[in-house]
């Protein structure tokens, strides 16, 4: 189905199940309204703690609810919503306070308010520290798995806390269908936390891999290869992700997102690039062959197979970018493809452009143009020079270029910048594909 | 459009349509409270407290004074002031002083397993205060 079909009846399904709670007020046996903003206030309370709720729903990882827009986008969406939550949440309370201010007292001394509204307050701060936490992982230097462990557990206190509120207090709910879609809402949340945090290890630890080769690459990178263990493995589409747990049980939560960068094979092996980058990547280079490995996977949509009638494909990789697009380049010699491609990337130095012999070995086997771009070069570099320019494109990429499709991978602002270009020379945006994958 | 200004765009056009769909809940949501204290007009405008051509009863006062310093309108209304979750309006129709009383000093005893705290920590000058305050909130 086209993405955008299914993004509109998903959109529309979201906004219905947000909505619902409120919504039934209308129609099921309620109090007296309580005047204009105070039914403004009650509403935004409602609608806030099923987009909390939805929340859980969104990240996690639904292959095939996910699959026509890629699960990268649907991260991108939790992390945008959560904004547009805690303005609505917000809103709750401070209206409230400015239609009656005795009400404050409640907010600012959470000791000496009743219990049910004392939950609520907690229940907001835990969401501003979750936000906070989340915005500014790298300023305050959290660690991705402390920050990925304690983003689950403040997210269900959150919620408890809200969900506790609004039994608590438990205006507008007196209602037996209002009551039960709240009860239904709740033990949703439940399966799905049970789903993701107990079912999906469980399923993942009887499908075991193992590691088979970690060998060095250029700029500090690693290959990494994992063999499935008495199964099959599963299959992907070049440029897909996994995400991987390294030496950990799969319930602990250590695992990490990464490009698949071999080719699909039979056997099921799967291999990734790594570049050390100060946390568990800097580990790689240590695990010793043999050691167990679950990979959760595929995801993504950032594929070439998803447009197999492009006339060529180019590849714009900035860093480690690489990794999604050595899987699409490696399939495509294999198949022993005939259409032009081209590969730029964007580079400090020579000696730091990963996969350097390969890009060069595939650009022999299949009708390949490789252009490093590097900022400083050496001094005998006749290659080019800086940054990848709109220029450079226009000048490489051949008269039929509307009828290729390009890959996008790399740090955000040579994204943008790539996607600023590529619509300079008039491609069309559909054919213009990015993975998002710095995602907190 | 790139894919996360489209998520972007998505997501805070959501929020933004929520709050408006929960606007447009509250303006067919029933009309606010229409109920109100004809005898206690000084509660909507303070200002009358002091009108010397209509002198409000001190210990009426003093009981609008209690009212306030506990903060009642965290979960009490009157007047439409304060939380419509349980108005007050015509308290004083349905319930004797005496009931009054307990209601506020030990409500179990009235209606045993209520969710309502005790305020047994106010002294009998400021219950009776209280009190005349409520006993003044009739229907007109």
């Given amino acids: ?440 | 459009m790139n894919r996360e200004t489209a998520a972007a765009v998505t997501a805070l056009n959501s929020g933004l349509l929520i709050f408006l769909a929960v606007v447009l809940f509250a303006l067919v949501n029933h009309p606010g409270p229409t109920a109100t204290a004809a005898a206690a007009p000084w509660v909507a405008e303070p200002a009358l407290l002091d009108d010397p051509d209509d002198p409000v009863d001190p210990q009426v006062e003093r009981g609008w004074g209690v009212y306030q310093a506990e903060r009642c309108s965290a979960c009490h209304s009157v007047a439409g002031q304060g939380s419509p979750r349980y108005p007050l309006d015509g308290v004083a129709d349905r319930l004797s002083a005496q009931e009054l009383r307990l209601w506020v000093v030990d409500p179990q005893e009235i209606r045993p397993g209520v969710r309502k705290r005790p305020y047994d920590h106010l002294s009998e000058e400021e219950v009776e205060a209280l009190v005349a305050f409520l006993e003044i909130l009739v229907e007109p």
């Avoid at chain 1, 992982?137 to 509120?165: N, Q, V």
């Avoid at chain 1, 490093?372 to 570099?381: I, N, Q, T």
């Fill in chain 1, 1 to 440: 189905m086209n993405p955008l079909v299914s993004g509109a009846i998903w959109l529309s399904f979201y906004l219905g199940i947000v909505l619902a709670p409120v919504a039934l007020l209308l129609v099921a046996p309620t109090p007296p309204g309580g005047g204009f903003w105070w039914d403004v206030s009650m509403g935004l309370g409602f609608a806030g703690l099923t987009m909390m709720a939805v929340q859980f729903v969104l990240t996690a990882r639904f292959k095939r609810a996910t699959a026509p827009f890629g699960i990268d986008v649907i991260y991108a969406f939790h992390r945008y919503l959560a904004y547009a939550l805690l303005a609505i949440i917000l809103l709750h309370p401070l209206i409230l306070v400015l239609r009656d201010p005795a009400q404050l007292s409640a907010i600012i001394t959470p000791w000496d308010a009743p219990l049910e509204v004392s939950a609520g307050t907690a229940s907001l701060f835990l969401l501003l520290v979750i936000v906070g936490a989340s915005v500014f992982r790298k300023p305050l230097r959290i660690p991705y798995e402390a920050w990925r462990a304690t983003h689950l557990f403040l997210s269900i206190g959150a919620i408890g806390f809200a969900f506790y509120h609004l039994w608590g207090v438990s205006y507008y709910t007196e209602a037996s269908a209002v009551r039960g879609l709240w009860v239904l809402i709740g033990f949703s949340i439940g399966a799905v936390v049970f789903y993701v945090r107990l079912l999906r290890p469980w399923r993942l630890l009887h499908k075991p891999f193992r590691v088979v080769d970690v060998r060095p690459e250029l700029a500090d990178c690693w290959t990494l290869a994992v063999e499935p263990v008495g199964h099959e493995g599963f299959l992907y589409e070049p440029g897909q992700f996994a995400w991987l747990t390294v030496d950990r049980s799969p319930f602990f939560m250590q695992e990490h997102p990464f490009s698949i960068a071999s080719s699909p094979h039979p056997s099921g092996r799967l291999e990734f690039v790594i570049k050390e980058l100060g946390d568990f990547t800097s580990t790689v280079g240590q695990i010793p062959p043999g050691t167990v490995a679950y990979a959760d996977g595929p995801y993504g949509s950032f594929s070439m197979d998803r447009h197999p009638e492009a006339a060529g494909y180019v590849f714009l990789a900035g860093g480690i970018g690489i990794a999604p697009m050595i899987s699409m380049l490696r399939t495509l010699a294999e198949r022993e493809d005939e259409r032009p491609h081209l590969v730029f990337t964007g580079h400090s130095k020579w000696d730091r452009v990963p996969l350097r012999e390969e890009l060069s070995d595939l650009s022999e086997r299949i009708d390949l143009q490789v252009i490093h771009v590097l900022e400083e070069p050496p001094d005998d570099w006749d290659g080019e020079e800086g940054w990848i320019t709109a220029e450079m494109l226009d000048r490489y990429l051949p008269p039929e270029r509307h009828e290729f499709h390009y890959f996008i991978c790399g740090p955000v602002p040579m994204i943008r910048a790539m996607e600023t270009f590529l619509k300079e020379l008039e491609v069309a945006p559909g054919h213009v594909h990015t993975e998002l994958f710095d995602m907190v």
